[in-house]
């Protein structure tokens, strides 16, 4: 299942980041796998984001495939 999330915070040095998934208030993931084809540079808090879930609540399930 593809999802729409917020970013919240990006580590470069592990590649993974913290989000907020769409329609939810205060709930955050955390250690969520981005793909190596999208820039540091370009992981900026803020912005919107395009989740690919394997399993929904498994966080370490999921990686993010797209940013805008």
């Known amino acids: 299942m593809i999802s729409q999330a917020q970013l919240i915070t990006f580590n470069p040095a592990t590649y993974t980041a913290v989000i907020k998934p769409e329609g939810s208030a205060q709930s ?3 250690g969520v796998t981005v793909a190596k084809n999208i820039p540091a540079a370009e992981m ?3 912005r919107s984001l395009a ?3 394997f399993d929904r609540y498994r966080a370490a399930e999921a990686v ?3 940013v805008w």
């Open 64 to 66: 993010i495939i797209a």
């Open 44 to 46: 900026i808090p803020g």
């Open 28 to 30: 955050y993931l955390e």
């Open 51 to 53: 989740v690919l879930f």
